[in-house]
């Protein structure tokens, strides 16, 4: 992963961002030099007297776009040499946690924050490298998407979170991961799996494994079809198969 990151974020509503970025991991990643963040509003790159960012659709239909002029003319006052310039889109390919590792190894990726209906299509052609959704269904606020994308990617950075906690977490092995306690031991009559409290770590990382295992089997298995896995999970697998066939 790269050393630290540039974000600049271009949107209508820096102040939706910008909280982001002052608060909690990020905050902290920032106040180390990991992330060097910047906030453009294109809207002041307008030049007329209304501050016009959107207008009527070429060909007609429902909704406003985006206009050109204020966006390019934001994107062309920065210095975009080595820059991945993003924009979140549901018309995009969807962003994974694959996807977000690339992102992750890039120096400074732009965000370009859509509204309305979306964006002249002539800024995309020029300057997007990358249209990406974040799931199969529409939002009204770009900014909230790119937030998305950003939480997705910062984390990764060498430094931000701790790489134990990386490596445990859904999806980097293709598998969800298994399920959490903390204490009290005892909550409203409801105890934490033995297993847990033996202190045995093999009998424990067993456990988790299968919980994990059990979780992607119930609420994704399409995650179980792309894999090759190991040995192990196959065995394990192959125990939950048997066991769903004499439940059910
Ligand atoms: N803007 C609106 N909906 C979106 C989505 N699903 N992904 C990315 N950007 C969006």
Redesign the pocket.
């Known amino acids: 992963m790269a050393d630290g990151m540039k974000i600049t974020v271009l949107t209508l509503f820096p102040e939706i961002i910008k909280g982001f970025f002052e608060s909690s991991i990020m905050a902290k990643a920032v106040t180390k030099g990991l992330i060097e963040y910047e906030l453009i509003d294109f809207r002041e790159f307008t030049t007329d007297k209304h501050r016009t960012c959107d207008d009527y659709p070429y060909g007609g239909g429902a909704g406003m776009v985006l206009k050109a002029e204020p966006i390019a003319r934001a994107l062309d006052s920065l210095n975009l040499e080595g820059a991945r310039v993003l924009f979140?889109?549901?018309s995009?390919p969807l962003?994974t946690q694959k996807k977000a590792r690339e992102f992750a190894a890039e120096e400074h990726i732009v965000l370009l924050c859509?509204r309305y209906e979306g964006v002249d299509q002539r800024i995309i052609d020029e300057y997007i490298d990358d249209e990406?959704?974040?799931?199969?269904?529409?939002?009204?606020?770009?900014e909230i998407?790119s937030l998305v994308l950003i939480d997705g990617v910062y984390r990764l950075l060498d430094g931000v979170i701790s790489s134990d906690s990386l490596e445990e977490e859904s999806f980097e092995g293709g598998i969800l991961e298994y399920p959490h306690y903390t204490r009290p031991e005892i909550f409203r009559d409801e105890g934490v799996p033995e297993v847990l409290l033996s202190g045995h770590h093999e009998n424990i990382r067993k456990w988790r494994l299968r919980k994990g295992l059990e979780k992607t089997k119930r609420n994704r298995p399409d995650l179980l079809a792309l894999r090759n896995f190991s040995d192990e999970v196959q065995e394990i697998l192959k125990d939950l198969e048997l066991a769903d066939d004499k439940e059910g």
């Open positions: 979140p889109s549901p995009g962003f859509g990406v959704s974040i799931g199969d269904y529409v939002i009204s606020s770009g998407a």
